[in-house]
């Protein structure tokens, strides 16, 4: 996973073996000194991630936190402190000036790595909602205005134990912050979860270990909790399991014997974020007219189509990352009207609609491009991937012949799909349309049902490892 990491220390020696190691795992590292060069840094820069010493002349890491946390900006920026300070007081008072995580020195480089892919995930999947309504807001169809992050009080918080003593402490901790605390006891019920809902989930680990981790697992598989926060509970020697978790997509963990500040300032912060990431998505649904959404596949049309890409590929390019296209024809669509007429053919295009969007990640854009043609923008995502996602979408399609609740037949469509990716800094969004526009032709040409990449002389690759 790229991403751009902001180191800042006043210790040269200590940037240069975070700097070393960072760059080792194929990671971009920018420095800064102090904390006021941090912070034009972080406003020059838009880094994914800041790895932020306390100890500094002038500005300490505690101000620079809470200045980065208290510009709407920039407040989504995740920001680990790595300190030699390891005090209690130290460790809540980072968390409390909005550092999402606060790690002692020496810091163990398996969980460092494990908390930056993390941090990283969340963020980008921020930054994502933040560009759609900035999209939208250029667009006029929503008002502006910043969205910050609130306290992270006053929560609904699920708490999973089975040890009684230790989560009637939990509960009386979190009613400092005036959280309401439902308890389950039943580490296979991701059900009641779901059907609970909540701003976080306590999972305690228990003595079956792989029962956490297989709820944690579930809840990120289902899709009402899929971006709900999860805190793991456990014991000094979990490590090794906390790391798991955290590759598993669980937001955070605590220690035991459990300090209640710590705790209560682990939860504010993930409740805030996923506050902040739900009122980006409300924003953005109550805003949305129906002149940037196709009426029929319920996808975001044409019109907003040429208003995110530009947007996506001004982000991807300041970033060096590339920006993958899927142009997606239905073949020989006309055939599906003239023989079940046009009510059967609507519901074949919002079938394939949704089977797009099935078959993609949360953060890329779907969109209806006119007629029977579909656009996927997948950002941060190499070619290589994006042809995997394509090949995917169109065996599928060959292969899973269609309901159609006016027909009484199944109805089996194919696909034909041209792929382009943006290469350097002269790319465009109209350019890698135009590529991914001739890659489609050509994918037709050769017989349709097949994927096909640009440049047009890779099509013979595609063609043989395309599907018949």
Same mark, same amino acid.
């Given at each position: 996973?790229?991403?751009?990491?902001?180191?800042?220390?006043? /210790?040269?020696?200590?940037?240069?073996?975070?700097?070393?190691?960072?760059?080792?795992?194929?990671?971009?590292?920018?420095?800064?000194?102090?904390?006021?060069?941090?912070?034009?840094?972080?406003?020059? *820069? @838009?880094?994914?991630?800041?790895?932020?010493?306390?100890?500094?002349?002038?500005?300490?890491?505690?101000?620079?936190?809470?200045?980065?946390?208290?510009?709407? /900006?920039?407040?989504?920026?995740?920001?680990?402190?790595?300190?030699?300070?390891?005090? +209690?007081?130290?460790?809540?008072?980072?968390?409390?000036?909005?550092?999402?995580?606060?790690?002692?020195?020496?810091?163990?480089?398996?969980?460092?790595?494990?908390?930056?892919?993390?941090?990283?995930?969340?963020?980008?999947?921020?930054?994502?909602?933040?560009?759609?309504?900035? !999209?939208?807001?250029?667009?006029?169809?929503?008002?502006?205005?910043?969205?910050?992050?609130?306290?992270?009080?006053?929560?609904?918080?699920?708490?999973?134990?089975?040890?009684?003593?230790?989560?009637?402490?939990?509960?009386?901790?979190?009613?400092?912050?005036?959280?309401?605390? !439902?308890?389950?006891?039943?580490?296979? @019920?991701?059900?009641?979860?779901?059907?609970?809902?909540?701003?976080?989930?306590?999972?305690?680990?228990?003595?079956?270990?792989?029962?956490?981790?297989?709820?944690?697992? +579930?809840?990120?598989?289902?899709?009402?909790?899929?971006?709900?926060?999860?805190?793991?509970?456990?014991?000094?020697?979990?490590?090794?399991?906390?790391?798991?978790?955290?590759?598993?997509?669980?937001?955070?963990?605590?220690?035991?014997?459990?300090?209640?500040?710590?705790?209560?300032?682990?939860?504010?912060? /993930?409740? +805030?974020?996923?506050?902040?990431?739900?009122?980006?998505?409300?924003?953005?649904?109550?805003?949305?007219?129906?002149?940037?959404?196709?009426?029929?596949?319920?996808?975001?049309?044409?019109?907003?189509?040429?208003?995110?890409?530009?947007?996506?590929?001004?982000?991807?390019?300041?970033?060096?990352?590339?920006?993958?296209?899927?142009?997606?024809?239905?073949?020989?669509?006309?055939?599906?009207?003239?023989?079940?007429?046009?009510?059967?053919?609507?519901?074949?295009?919002?079938?394939?609609? /949704?089977?797009?969007?099935?078959?993609?990640?949360?953060?890329?854009? *779907?969109?209806?491009?006119?007629?029977?043609?579909?656009?996927?923008?997948?950002?941060?995502?190499?070619?290589?991937?994006?042809?995997?996602?394509?090949?995917?979408?169109?065996?599928?399609?060959?292969?899973?012949?269609?309901?159609?609740?006016?027909?009484?037949?199944?109805?089996?469509?194919?696909?034909?799909?041209?792929?382009?990716?943006?290469?350097?800094?002269?790319? !465009?969004?109209?350019?890698?349309?135009?590529?991914?526009?001739?890659?489609?032709?050509?994918?037709?040409?050769?017989?349709?049902?097949?994927?096909?990449?640009?440049?047009?002389?890779?099509?013979?690759?595609?063609?043989? @490892?395309?599907?018949?």
């Amino acid at each position: 996973m790229s991403a751009r990491i902001l180191i800042v220390d006043d /210790q040269p020696a200590s940037i240069k073996v975070l700097e070393a190691k960072l760059t080792n795992e194929y990671y971009e590292v920018l420095t800064a000194k102090d904390g006021s060069s941090a912070l034009d840094m972080v406003d020059r *820069a @838009a880094p994914d991630l800041v790895l932020l010493d306390v100890m500094m002349p002038g500005m300490d890491g505690f101000e620079v936190c809470r200045r980065i946390k208290e510009n709407p /900006q920039t407040t989504h920026i995740p920001v680990v402190m790595i300190t030699a300070l390891d005090s +209690r007081e130290d460790r809540i008072r980072g968390l409390e000036s909005g550092a999402d995580d606060f790690l002692t020195k020496p810091v163990d480089d398996t969980t460092l790595f494990a908390r930056v892919r993390s941090l990283v995930r969340l963020k980008q999947m921020l930054e994502q909602w933040r560009m759609r309504e900035a !999209t939208s807001v250029r667009l006029g169809f929503m008002g502006g205005g910043d969205v910050g992050m609130d306290s992270g009080t006053g929560a609904d918080v699920v708490l999973i134990d089975d040890s009684t003593v230790q989560k009637e402490a939990i509960i009386e901790a979190l009613a400092g912050d005036g959280d309401r605390v !439902t308890v389950i006891d039943d580490y296979d @019920a991701s059900g009641r979860i779901v059907d609970h809902g909540g701003d976080v989930v306590v999972i305690s680990l228990s003595t079956d270990s792989d029962a956490p981790l297989r709820l944690a697992s +579930r809840l990120r598989s289902l899709e009402p909790t899929r971006q709900t926060p999860v805190l793991l509970i456990g014991d000094k020697e979990d490590q090794a399991l906390f790391i798991k978790a955290l590759e598993l997509g669980v937001n955070d963990y605590i220690t035991r014997p459990i300090d209640e500040l710590e705790l209560l300032a682990r939860i504010r912060t /993930q409740v +805030r974020r996923k506050r902040y990431q739900d009122r980006l998505h409300e924003n953005f649904l109550q805003h949305l007219s129906m002149a940037l959404t196709d009426s029929l596949t319920g996808l975001h049309n044409r019109h907003y189509l040429s208003s995110h890409l530009g947007a996506v590929m001004e982000r991807m390019r300041g970033s060096g990352k590339p920006v993958s296209l899927l142009m997606i024809d239905l073949d020989h669509f006309k055939q599906v009207n003239d023989t079940y007429g046009h009510s059967v053919g609507d519901e074949v295009l919002k079938e394939i609609g /949704q089977r797009i969007l099935r078959n993609v990640r949360g953060f890329d854009l *779907a969109a209806r491009y006119g007629g029977e043609e579909f656009i996927v923008v997948m950002p941060d995502t190499p070619v290589e991937v994006a042809l995997g996602v394509a090949d995917r979408l169109c065996e599928k399609m060959a292969t899973d012949p269609m309901d159609v609740s006016v027909s009484r037949e199944r109805i089996r469509v194919t696909l034909s799909i041209g792929v382009a990716v943006s290469r350097g800094t002269d790319t !465009t969004g109209e350019s890698l349309l135009e590529e991914a526009d001739k890659a489609l032709y050509e994918a037709k040409r050769l017989g349709r049902n097949r994927v096909v990449p640009e440049p047009p002389k890779a099509a013979k690759m595609a063609v043989e @490892a395309a599907p018949d």
